[in-house]
Structure formats: structure tokens, C-alpha cells
């Protein structure tokens, strides 16, 4: 099993998502992503709703009062108009993690990373998802800017560049800190039932 500490760590929390979030869905009904999984504020959510951008499918028991409306607070929400996935991963350091799921490619250490390069940039490398790679800090210092056959070291998988949808299948190994009760049968629609 996959630790997920350090990778839920790396995602911020805003305050206002800890209580009744929304999870967000395509108009497809799969989510925008899933690691981060795409969760709005409960007041976004009810934003949306006034403003029919979205259909609520799912509802939290609690309740939000206005001086002339009580409306439940989503707790599952659908966008009207379907938005098109990224044709292309962005190079980020969390992308980069994601891809090596969280784990070092050099030893296979889970939990806190930092990155690599494969090619050292004082030897010419360049920073891109091919050079690129999620090391514990032990492998880090070990490697240096040695090459891997001067430091005596192997990658466990050659870096490659990642599509969204790999990113995607990648992050739903990480289940989220908080999951309501309405958002299971759309978070793994195609996982395998149970008997």
C-alpha cells in the first residue's frame, strides 16, 4: 500500500473545504480530477447552483438559511456544460511526484521527496519530464551531480512524459482525507463490484 501522508500533506487545504465540500463532476459525471479530487467550498457549489451552472445530485443533512431561502449544501455537484481534459500534463512538481507516485526512483522509498535530475544540470541537463525524477533526499545527496554509472545507481523506471489521463489513474491510488458517503459511487465508477 501506497503511504499517502506526504502526498495528502502536499496538498493545501483551505479552511473553508474542511466542512461540507462539494465534489465537483464533469458534465460526464467523473470527476474533474482526482488528486487532487475536485472539490468546491459549499458556497461556491451553492453560487453555482443560483447561477445554473450546475445540477446538485447529492445534498449534506445541513442546511444553509437566507432571509428568504434554507437550502440544503450540496454535497455532489454536476457542471452543466462539459470541460474538456487537458491534452497535455503540466510540468509542475507535483505532476512530477504524481507520475512517480510519490516514491523514490532510485531506491523506492515512499513518503517525502524532493526531485532529481537524471542528467545534471552542470553537466547539461535539462529540467524536463525526461530528466526529471522523485528522489528521497538520501538517494539526492548520494547521486550529487554524478552521472548514475559514476554514483553507482539505477533508476527503477526511465522518466517519461506523463498524459493527463496517467496522472489521473495515478492519483486515484490516494484516497482522500475526507470522503462523504454520496460521492463513493463517483469517485471509482469503473472499479470492480464486490459480490
Known amino acids: 500500500m501506497i503511504e499517502t501522508s506526504f502526498a495528502n500533506n502536499f496538498v493545501r487545504s483551505p479552511g473553508n473545504l474542511r466542512e ?43 442546511v444553509a438559511h437566507s432571509p428568504s431561502v434554507d437550502m440544503k449544501l450540496p ?24 507520475r512517480d507516485g510519490f516514491t523514490c526512483q532510485y531506491c523506492g522509498k515512499e513518503g517525502e521527496m524532493t526531485f532529481d535530475h537524471v542528467i545534471p544540470r552542470a553537466r547539461g541537463g535539462r529540467t524536463t519530464w525526461e ?6 533526499g538520501p538517494c539526492n545527496l548520494r547521486k550529487g551531480s554524478k552521472s548514475l554509472e559514476r554514483a553507482g545507481m539505477s533508476l527503477n523506471r ?31 465508477w469503473d472499479a470492480e463490484l464486490d459480490a
Not at 52 to 58: G, K, L, S
Not at 131 to 136: D, F, L, P, W, Y
Request: aromatic share 16%.
Open 20 to 62: 461540507h465540500p462539494a465534489l465537483v463532476l464533469n458534465a460526464d459525471y467523473r470527476p474533474l480530477s482526482y488528486f487532487p479530487l475536485s472539490l468546491w467550498p459549499w458556497q461556491e457549489a451553492v453560487k453555482a447552483a443560483f447561477l445554473d451552472r450546475v445540477d446538485i445530485i447529492a445534498e449534506y443533512d445541513a
Open 131 to 136: 530528466n526529471v525524477v522523485a528522489a528521497c
Open 75 to 98: 454535497s455532489v455537484v454536476v457542471l452543466k456544460d462539459y470541460v474538456k481534459p487537458a491534452k497535455t500534463a503540466a510540468f509542475t512538481r507535483f505532476n512530477l511526484f504524481l
Open 158 to 188: 526511465l522518466p517519461r512524459r506523463p498524459s493527463p489521463e496517467r496522472l489521473q489513474n495515478v492519483g486515484r491510488k490516494f484516497p482522500p482525507n475526507f470522503m462523504h458517503e454520496s460521492w463513493v459511487d463517483f469517485l471509482y
